[in-house]
């Protein structure tokens, strides 16, 4: 392969996809992103207030339409990106950097306009994330056979995040009226519930200063643990999620796919095309190339229920006992000077999905505690730290 073709689109399709989830703990499992390339960082501002006024699905919605959004704007060429629950990262080649903007300014638009929510956007290019002393290298790990999601290290990611809150590198909202596209994004899950006692959210970062290996091995002794739950603690049972008519996120998905509709038209289209969805799934009759027993099962495997982003998040399904290992083994890193970790626990999790088409299997699906577990996760990092730092 040509050294423009590594340097630009070519780069990450040429990155070894990786099948056992502990692999990325280790460092040599990702390569460093191109200098000329654009991280993108966008979240939710206050998002912790929207998940304690109940908008979990809605804080839910808008971080995956920042995918979506992406998505559509780069066509059929692959990208690093990941979900944070309350926003997401993704990085692309210079030539791709209007596009990014411009997708990302739309849906900045769209979340105020449709929502009343406000949506940081930043654009910081890898040499200004490199003179800061950090770096951004990514990984590919398969979840499933047919959908592999990135993972990211190095700290540049979280850094660019911590410029964007400060009003660096703003990507600037869309003038009114501006629509992004977000085909295929949609909410119609209901959620998936524990079957072994609570679907637990954690999000653990490293600790400032702390020796790389040394994380290294505690994440992957956190993972350890988890991977003695069936499946991994996957919070989707292995056939699948449920589904009810009308769905839960009808009308988020009216607000995403109504472009200039009323939305009140779209609610009654979603509703004829949901009724018939339904029908399909209760009595497992196949249409063309769509089998509705095959996509339920094929939503489960494709989910991203564990990541890394410049640390570890997983929403697991998690066992009393299980629970407390897990966190005995955090809490010996963190007083180890190692790591700070938050910890959420709730009853079910929730799913967010981007469906180009039903009859491929290539459909992706973003899971998040069902009561808003990313979010309340990391809010207790950001409480104990300010709380060490004020004593």
Known sequence: MKDAELENPG???????????????????????????????????DSTGHVAAGRFKLVNTVGAAVISAQINAAGDRQFPFIFGGDGAAFAFWPEHRAAADAALAAVRRWAKDEFGLELRAASVPVSDIREAGYDVA????SASD???????SGGGVSWAEKQ??????????AAPGTLPDLTGLSCR??????????????????EGGADPSLVADALSQVVEITDRLERGGHPVADTGPGFAWPPDGLTLEAHATRGKTPLLLRRVQLLAETFIAWLFFITGLKAGGFDPAHYVATTGRNADFRKFEDGLKMTVD??????????????????????????????AALLTCIVPSVVEDDHIHFIDGASGGYTKAASQIKDSYVAATTT
Not at 164 to 173: C, E, H, N, Q, T
Not at 318 to 347: H, M, N
Request: proline share 4%.
């Open 318 to 347: 998690c066992d009393a006992e299980t629970g407390k290992q897990l966190k005995a083994r955090l809490q010996i890193a963190a007083d180890a000077g190692l790591l700070r970790f938050g910890w959420f626990e709730q009853d």
């Open 164 to 173: 964007m809150k400060s009003g660096r590198f703003d990507v600037p909202i």
């Open 146 to 152: 047919n959908a592999d999601y990135a993972m990211f």
């Open 11 to 45: 780069f990450y399709d040429a990155q070894l996809i990786h099948h056992q989830f502990d692999d990325l703990s280790r460092a040599d499992a990702y390569k460093s992103i191109p200098e000329n390339w654009v991280v993108f960082v966008a979240d939710i501002v």
């Open 189 to 206: 899950w209901t959620p998936s519930r524990t079957r072994n006692g609570s679907i637990v959210s954690v999000v653990v970062l490293p």
């Open 138 to 141: 990514v990984a590919r790990f």
